[in-house]
């Protein structure tokens, strides 16, 4: 969030004798406070994105196995280098998480 401040000069035609500063502070300790939201406003945000990033993904894998069964090209291309991608990386974790120290190196 970010917090603008607007600061507005405005002087008087007339000789101002007294001080708003109890009043002033009232108003400053007001807006700097902040809600959290509650529990159920929570839950409900992430019942929102969980639905959204659902409903999103849906249509976008039924795309993808559509160009797939259409056999365009780019599409198996793209699927065959992410596929060999995650593969290198579970390949990498197995090995790492089976070495002992992992595959960190010690140059001591």
């Known amino acids: 969030m970010t917090l ?3 600061t507005n000069f405005s002087y ?10 109890e009043i002033l502070n009232t108003v400053v300790s007001e807006d700097t406070e902040e ?3 509650s529990l159920l406003e929570a839950i409900l945000m ?3 994105v ?10 976008l894998i039924k795309a993808w196995w559509r160009a797939w069964r259409d056999e365009v090209k780019w599409v198996r291309i793209f699927t065959y280098v992410i596929l060999g ?3 290198l990386m579970l390949l990498l974790g197995i090995i790492c ?11 001591q």
């Not at 008087?12 to 500063?21: E, H, I, L, Q, R």
């Not at 969980?50 to 249509?59: H, N, Q, R, T």
Request: aromatic share 12%; net charge negative.
């Open 4 to 6: 603008i401040t607007i």
């Open 12 to 21: 008087a035609s007339f000789p101002v004798t007294g001080s708003n500063t």
């Open 35 to 37: 809600d959290e939201p």
């Open 46 to 48: 992430v019942i929102l």
């Open 50 to 59: 969980v639905s959204i990033l659902g409903f999103a993904s849906y249509f």
């Open 85 to 87: 991608i995650l593969s």
């Open 97 to 107: 998480g089976t070495v002992k120290g992992g595959c960190v190196y010690n140059m």
